[in-house]
T-cell receptor
């Protein structure tokens, strides 16, 4: 069965610092992996996704994530945090390699310190 | 293009009352999904409509929850009678096609508080 673990329910970084949000997954088949973001008072928005091919995936707003099969990880990074990045981030894995039947992690709230 | 819209944005009801949540998907999206996030926990799948048919309702917690999508347009999710553990944020999402290559578009959610 698929599952997702996000390390840290809250992460704080200084503006301009590296953002690293950790995600590990469990899947019995090659997974589809996603990062979604929820800005305050908004719905979830797809940041990026990995399906097959290149393991480094680039998303919107300067975020990227790398699929590492050996570590069963899909960590999200951004070189330089901006105040507007403050939001909650959800890692997710799909059931049966679909874009819709997805299992979410518990979410990590990212705080940006001035 | 208008996004997925959900009504109301917030609802506070007492235990035992009934609440109906509404979701208007993006026009032309045949696939409609309901998800729920209970405080501090994962966002969990509830059910999936393809047009007016329930494709998958494996995530519905119990028979107090009833989802409908008459005519294949908007959907409603009724909770009757509401219990304290039903509190959370209910998200609706839509996509033009299910399966691969069709990311979900989420609404802003309805925050339900049962007191």
């Amino acid at each position: 069965a698929q599952s997702v673990t996000q390390l840290g329910s809250h992460v704080s970084v200084s503006e301009g610092a590296l953002v690293l949000l950790r995600c590990n997954y469990s899947s019995s088949v090659p997974p589809y992996l996603f990062w979604y973001v929820q800005y305050p008072n908004q719905g979830l928005q797809l940041l990026l996704k990995y399906t097959t091919g290149a393991t480094l995936v680039k998303g919107i707003n300067g975020f990227e994530a790398e699929f590492k099969k050996s570590e069963t990880s899909f960590h999200l990074t951004k070189p330089s945090a901006h105040m507007s990045d403050a939001a909650e981030y959800f890692c997710a894995v799909s059931l049966m390699n679909r874009d819709d039947k997805i299992i979410f992690g518990k979410g990590t709230r990212l705080h940006i310190l001035p | 293009e208008a996004g997925v819209t959900q009504f109301p944005s917030h609802s506070v009801i007492e235990k035992g009352q009934t609440v109906t949540l509404r979701c208007d998907p993006i026009s032309g999206h045949d696939n409609l999904y309901w998800y729920r996030r209970v405080m501090g926990k994962e966002i969990k799948f509830l059910l999936h409509f393809v047009k007016e048919s329930k494709q998958d309702e494996s995530g519905m917690p119990n028979n107090r929850f009833l989802a409908e999508r008459t005519g294949g347009t908007y959907s409603t999710l009724k909770v009757q009678p509401a219990e304290l553990e039903d509190s959370g944020v209910y998200f609706c999402a839509s996509s033009p096609q299910g399966g691969r290559g069709s990311p979900l578009h989420f609404g802003n959610g309805t925050r339900l508080t049962v007191t």
